[in-house]
């Protein structure tokens, strides 16, 4: 498996259904990893794009358990939960915490693969979304707290006179302030920094 490319993870304590399963995903053109149990995904979980296909019934660990302590980390994943038998409280259960399909075994090939496919989507837009708010989250960090309380009034579309007249200070302080900020954001127009201030 090369750097950066998406994993699908399979963890079913059914030797015999990991096997068929990575052999399905595998036909589907998906780089496949294989776990046994719960503990010994969480014990070597690859770090990059993926998404998690889950057996619910386990010893130990259950697939509900896995899911919520996945969804707490600091790298969720979406996962695809198969089930032996269709359990309604426990699907209603999954989708509620995130899951992205509840399929009964024997699954499917198409509708597993269209799953898969579902579940890794939501990763990478899940992963894009993350990184620009680290990336905005950082350049915040750069502002001095003058800056960043000039541009929080400037998000919220007062003028320079006003906000000089909030902060008991020149309207060309406020000037040179908004400048800096602005900068340091990386953006073009006050309408870009309304966007960006509005999705933190």
């Known amino acids: 498996m090369q750097d950066g490319e998406a994993c699908v993870s399979v963890v079913d304590d059914d030797e015999g259904v990991l096997r068929s399963l990575a052999r399905l995903l595998k036909s589907g053109g998906y780089a496949v990893r ?8 969480l014990e070597a979980r690859p770090a990059g ?6 057996d619910l019934s386990m010893p130990g660990l259950s697939g509900l358990e896995l899911q919520e302590r996945v969804s707490r980390s600091e790298n969720p994943c979406p996962i695809v939960f198969l089930s032996g038998e269709s359990d309604v409280p426990s699907s209603v259960q999954a989708m509620k915490g995130g899951a ?5 075994k024997p699954v499917i090939r198409e509708k597993l693969l269209e799953s898969v496919r579902a579940a890794l ?8 979304e993350r990184e620009r708010s680290d990336s905005v989250a950082s350049r915040l960090a750069t ?5 960043h309380e000039v541009l929080r009034l400037v ?3 007062l003028l320079n006179k006003q906000i000089a007249a909030q902060l008991g200070t020149a309207e060309k302080t406020v000037k040179v302030h908004r ?10 127009s006050v309408a870009e920094l309304v966007r960006l201030m509005a999705n933190l």
């Open 155 to 157: 998000a919220e579309g």
């Open 49 to 54: 794009p993926g998404c998690l296909v889950l």
């Open 100 to 104: 992205v399909d509840f399929l009964t």
């Open 143 to 147: 502002l001095t707290p003058r800056e």
């Open 179 to 188: 400048a800096r900020a602005i900068r340091k954001m990386e953006v073009g």
């Open 34 to 41: 294989t776990f046994p149990s719960s503990e010994k995904f």
């Open 121 to 128: 989507a939501k990763d990478a837009a899940g992963r894009a």
